[in-house]
């Protein structure tokens, strides 16, 4: 569907200003800055414009792997004005992860709030994904938050209820949260070097990877809808994101909730660079035959 739509076009707005046509990348960009959820400070759909022209900035050579990732082609799929209707939103999120999974490449979701997950790990499990593994301050395990079953709240307990979930780098919850997630596995942020013992019984199966990033530190992205003390550094977030890339089969992956500061360029930045470093690791693991 997606090759049909966007065949020989490409994007000058496009991640890193590349301008590889959709048939020649392996990865494609999915901007979806979905946002009627947030319970307290807005701007999360901000956050995919403000990456894509963060990270023009960003060197494509990568010194930790010796690549340049951007050589295996990343596409940009044009600005898409999502749905108001939450359901109607994670559909369209859905056949748009479909597509592009149906074109052999690997979909790089940028939201918006956490709710656009659900629609990327319905298309995930389609093609085989087992488990939804999150990063995220919360557990996001409410049944329904503040009158929608939608919210970004309860990402985590909808998603629960059709595939495996595990959430890494928590550090609050409600009680009802903390009921509703059982059964699911949580790994809470002084658990954090455990994580893969936590995620034994997982390993080396196909999944979607969600990065909610308020799993980092406030000090380093302070402007984030929902912040949270004691977060991932950068270093943590980076290392915890390659192991997730090398223990697991990621086939589909998203960045939520990032809300840029206004006058502010090294928050976008650095969640930039989390996503080129993300495909970095995943393109070599991929070129490595490795199975994915
Ligand atoms: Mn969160």
Not at 196 to 223: I, T
Request: proline share 5%.
């Amino acid at each position: 569907m997606n090759s049909e739509r966007f065949r020989n076009s490409f994007v000058v707005d496009s991640f890193l200003s590349l301008e590889y046509t959709y048939d020649e990348s392996n990865y494609v960009i999915i901007r979806y800055p979905y946002e009627h959820t947030s319970s307290w400070l807005p701007g999360s759909k901000l956050g995919p414009n403000s990456i894509i022209e963060a990270s023009k900035y960003l060197d494509t050579f990568d010194l930790e792997t010796g690549d340049v990732p951007a050589e295996v082609g990343i596409y940009t799929l044009p600005e898409i004005e999502p749905k108001v209707d939450p359901l109607e939103a994670l559909k369209e999120v859905e056949e748009l992860v479909d597509g592009v999974l149906r074109d052999n490449k690997v979909p790089v979701l940028l939201g918006g709030e956490h709710t656009v997950s659900i629609g990327a790990a319905r298309a995930a499990k389609r093609w085989g994904a087992e488990a939804f593994i999150s990063l995220d301050a919360h557990m996001d395990f409410y049944e329904s938050y503040e009158g929608s079953n939608y919210s970004h709240a309860c990402t985590s307990k909808r998603i629960s209820e059709f595939m495996r979930v595990a959430v890494i780098g928590v550090r609050t919850a409600d009680w009802e949260e903390y009921e509703n997630s059982r059964g699911s596995i949580i790994v809470l942020r002084e658990e954090l070097d455990t994580w893969k013992d936590k995620l034994s019984d997982l390993l080396g199966k196909r999944v979607h990877l969600s990065v909610d990033l308020d799993v980092m530190d406030p000090s380093v992205l302070p402007c984030l809808g929902t912040p949270e003390p004691d977060g991932l550094t950068w270093r943590e977030t980076v290392s915890t994101v390659k192991g997730i890339i090398e223990n697991f089969k990621v086939v589909s992956m998203d960045f939520v909730e990032f809300r840029p500061c206004p006058h502010m360029g090294a928050d976008s930045l650095a969640v930039a660079k989390l996503i080129y470093k993300t495909i970095a690791y995943h393109s070599r693991r991929r070129r490595g035959n490795l199975g994915l």
